[in-house]
Nanobody
Framework: QVQLVESGGGLVQAGGSLRLSCAASGLTVSSYAMGWFRQAPGKEREFVAGIRGSSTGTYHADFVKGRFTISRDNAKNMVYLQMNSLKLEDTAVFYC?????????????????WGQGTQVTVSS
């Protein structure tokens, strides 16, 4: 049974940093494309960042480039999202996701497994 469990969310001031973690079980993160999505109230779930399976290739949405970085620790079977220079508009529930393919996709319906999400709230 696949489980993805996010942690690391919380309340942070604008300009601050958080690191989200995703602990995976039932799958090997190095063999899957792993991603982070987010969903703000009243908005659709949107792609934030992805990392390819079997390589270190990554892709980040334009609105987070230079601020967020996705990474993976194969030994720990974990995926991370380092978020710096947080903005008010980054407030959302962040979800870890996995795709049964090595290729990153930016649409939510292309991913097979989802975590429960972790809330990130950025205050002024």
């Amino acid at each position: 049974q696949v489980q993805l469990v996010e942690s690391g969310g919380g309340l942070v001031q604008a300009g601050g940093s958080l690191r989200l973690s995703c602990a995976a079980s039932g799958l090997t993160v190095s063999s899957y494309a792993m991603g982070w999505f987010r969903q703000a109230p009243g908005k659709e779930r949107e792609f934030v960042a992805g990392i390819r399976g079997s390589s270190t290739g990554t892709y980040h949405a334009d609105f987070v480039k230079g601020r967020f970085t996705i990474s993976r620790d194969n030994a720990k079977n974990m995926v991370y999202l380092q978020m710096n220079s947080l903005k008010l508009e980054d407030t959302a529930v962040f979800y870890c996701t996995a795709r049964r393919s090595a290729d990153i996709r930016t649409t939510a319906n292309r991913y097979d497994y989802w975590g429960q999400g972790t809330q990130v709230t950025v205050s002024s």
